[in-house]
């Protein structure tokens, strides 16, 4: 007769009615209720299966979350993970389908926390480069993706101080789409907003651009951060940028960036987002990655956007955060195999994504292109392993082993095991260790059947 112990890797949440069984590795759920519970628990000490509640006890065991009690453990989900690294590294194509642009690394407001000034650009100088370098960089996208469906993100300093290139980008994708090289494209502005009229919204509307507009929260809010030169707020032009957009016919996404001061109240900001401001879709900006951590602290983010999370959905508003792929990973059994984060990097559509700086350079890190680990001078010479290296690094961390987050999180990625010199960032585990339980025992969320 078989001795069974607990998995390692097996999980059990209860929630209002009842439990949640989850296996870490292979990312199965099955629902239960407390009897099923107590099975597991009568396993605390390893024991022959095939007691009186022996159909839980198979389940159990069918779904991994029961093993035999010699099955040695240790570094099963790491062995996994790496396996999928290896074979994605061999398999991706290495193309590239999402571009985020730096348009100008000028802006026309001064928010006193922005990566922009103090992380990335403080020593450089700020020349930029030539339209055509743009171009040429949408056009190797576009030869990225023939018959595809690419995606340029208008990024900066601010976009809308290059409004010219704006409408040229748009201008040679919307050419390629007519000659039958792409399908069709998206294009997305990330902008402080304050440099919209009626008609440069028109014509973004026209254009199908969708907008998203950064805004920390109410005036006071907004206003103590998001400011221009002189020190005066930019509030009052955000909700005029909001209205001419509207009246447009269009519709912004709000696009909040949370300070450690602020990360408790975002579910307030976001309330305030949805009912004042009417906002129809709210996102969260990811926090920067720091030597120690993120700048924000990983537990305090991640209760504030599951209580943000949860508010949207009652009202019906689109929410996005980090952490708002764990549903679909979990929900289709995926595990996430790229150490980024920020892009659309597994599943059937997975792509890379590049940011291309104002002095027109491409970096294969949509977050870090001031460093020669990651660009390239020439987009027609990226060597596709310099990218995979990038992102199947095979290199783990021991602990991840036995994290509930271990095949969804990723671990850190590549540029905060940089910056904090190769081991767990602290922030990081805070959150997804608490944001991937909330996930699974919220159905109303999207959460796994
Ligand atoms: C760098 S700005 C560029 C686009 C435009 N100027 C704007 O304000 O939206 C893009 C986004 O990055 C956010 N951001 C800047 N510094 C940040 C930081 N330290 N942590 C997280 N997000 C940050 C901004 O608030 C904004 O939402």
Redesign the pocket.
Known sequence: MTIYKQSKYGHVLPHETGVTFFNSITLEVLEGGEEDAEVWRSFEQPRAAGGTADATEQVLVDAGLLVPVDRVEERRLLDKLTDIRVTQRKTRSGSFKFLRMSLTER?N?K?D????E?VIYKDLPKEAAPTERFLEHVEWLIQQNPNGWPTVQY?????MLRWDLIQDTTRALEEAVAAGRIAGFTHEM???GTLMTSERARWLVEHEVSL???LDGWKEINDRH?VFHNGRGSYDLVIKAVKEIRAAGGEPQF?I?LLPETVEILPKIVRFVVEEIDAKSVAV????PTVDGW?VDGLALSRSVQESWLFCNSRGVEFQSLGAFLVELINQRRPQPDRCFEGNPTGADAHWGGYVAADGSLSFCIVWHQDERVTTPSVHQIPKERVADWHYDTASVDDCDGCIAGMVCGGPCTLERLLNGGGLNPDRCKFFKTMVPFVLTRPSIGAPQ
């Open positions: 802006c407001l928010c926390y922005c990566f922009v103090e990024f900066g300093g601010e976009p990330t902008t402080n998203t507009i950064s998001r696009l960036t900006n990811a926090p920067q700048e």
